[in-house]
């Protein structure tokens, strides 16, 4: 057995992890620990895949700014290199729903419209959000996006008419314009004016690509849509055929979001003219309704809207135009009734439990033999699998695989089970045995901390936490692996494969930085141990 040593300074302390070929190099501890109630983590992502900027302006805005601090208890807010911003709640603040902590997270970056991701937060409870940065220069497919300034009174009063159409990006593009008439009065969600410089964004989706949807709220799925004029809700609904979306956005330089209007915007967008009438089967003509509905993203919350209609523009184009009673988005599509739950399925037999890695599910209607959707499910015993979305009248039928998310294949490798039939709607739990899954090897990891003679550890002192990650080799798609506590420092995880190689990191901040990185290392056998030597945790 060869031992590896690695030193680090830290405090004036010695820190000496050693291991057996361990595919950590060692873990850069730190005396200050994160904070764990109360955590934010904006996941930001390009959806053109372009490499994200690595020059970040954070700013933190809201009523409780000052009550916002990074999981190390700072106020200097930084995106991660995985994109990744962490903030937190002062540990001086308790959460509550009758106390409840708002605030604004800011990123600015070169050629990028500004993120604004306002939050509450109610509960300790770690909140995630995935939240799209769009370059206006290189954005995605099928999407244009346009961003000028305007100004408004010190009461929230335009008093000119402010107007902004996106730019072309090829010569096919889509045009899409907003107005926002002179004597509009700008007002935020909590009733306070929007005045003075003010920046307007425009986001256009067109339909001139097979993945039309992909860039629109929902990506397909418009969730319990409420009814126009106090009407009982339409339920959920599916696009069928789309006709494209507009979304645009008021902020001043204060960053308050416009989101009331006292008077109506105006706004059209040109269609692609092989667009298909949901209704009549045939490609959309002048005077045709296309029905329309909104979104509001911080209320997560569908409208039905008026309909817009079909004419023909100045340049000869077909073109949408419908009016905007508030800012947000707008998407003009037609649809057909889902049902939110169902069929249900509840995983029978297995000999799994507590198992970390998801198995691969194809769903089939019955009627056709044809897959209507293939996804990554739970497998341990008595575990929950829930349809969603799904049209009314058709029967379904679930089929599992010895097929993970983390290794791909197991030792049986195909089929392994399939259910009876169920319906949409229906969560009645419907059995599927899967007493022929094998169970996977499982990996052992142990964080081990030792002291030198005389001394004894002190375990109130140790890190609370140690997160690692792995990722294919090269390639930076990190996953999360496992979690080590200072009192839990035996954990387990069937996400590895012995006879792999992997890329592995660490870190004991909450996951704000991984400082530790072992490259390239081959799984060999199922049983790690990181030796720990640290005097700074003995007593």
Known sequence: MTYRHWLFSLVGSIVIVESCRNPLDGVQLRTKDPIQAGVVELRLYDPASNPLPSTNQVKIAGPDAANIVTTLNTTRYKVNADGNLLLAASPMVTLSSQTPLRFTAVVEAADYLTVIQPMTLTSPSRVTRYVRRININKPPRALTAARTTGSADTDGTVSTTLRLTTAEQTKDSDHATVTIPSGTKLIDRDGQVVGGKLTITVIHTNARSSDATSQVPGNGILSYVNGRNGAPSLGSLRVTSIAGSVMFEVYNENYLVATKL???????????????????????????????????????????????????????????????????????????????????????????????????????????????????????????????????????????????????????????????????????????????????????????????????????????????????VGKGNWHDLTIATRTQRKVTSYKLKVGETYDFRASTDGGATWPLRQSDYLIEKLEWTLKIKAEMYCK
């Open 262 to 472: 006292s008077q109506p915007a105006r706004w059209s967008m040109e269609l692609n003219p092989a667009t298909v009438n949901g209704k009549t089967g045939q490609p959309v003509r002048i005077g045709d309704s296309i029905p329309l509905y909104s979104y509001d993203a911080f209320m997560n919350r569908w409208q039905e809207e008026t309909p817009g209609v079909v004419k023909r523009n100045a340049t000869g184009s077909l073109e949408y135009e419908a009016q905007a009673a508030a800012v947000g988005s707008y998407v003009a599509t037609w649809t057909e009734p889902i049902c939110d739950v169902g069929p249900v399925f509840k995983i029978v037999g297995s000999k799994l439990a507590n198992v970390d890695v998801n198995y691969r599910c194809k769903l089939i209607d019955v009627a056709t033999g044809t897959q209507v959707g293939t996804f990554y499910a739970n497998a341990n015993n008595n575990a929950i699998v829930k349809i969603y979305n799904q049209p009314k009248g058709r029967q379904l039928k679930l089929q599992l695989y010895d097929e993970t998310d983390a290794w791909g294949k197991g030792a049986k490798g195909g089929l392994i089970a399939e259910s009876a039939n169920g319906l949409p709607c229906d969560e009645t739990a419907i059995p599927l045995n899967l007493s022929a899954l094998p169970v996977p090897p499982i990996v052992k990891l142990e964080f081990y901390f030792s002291c030198p003679g005389g001394t004894k550890l002190d375990e109130s002192s140790l890190p609370a936490e140690i997160r690692v990650q792995y990722s294919e």
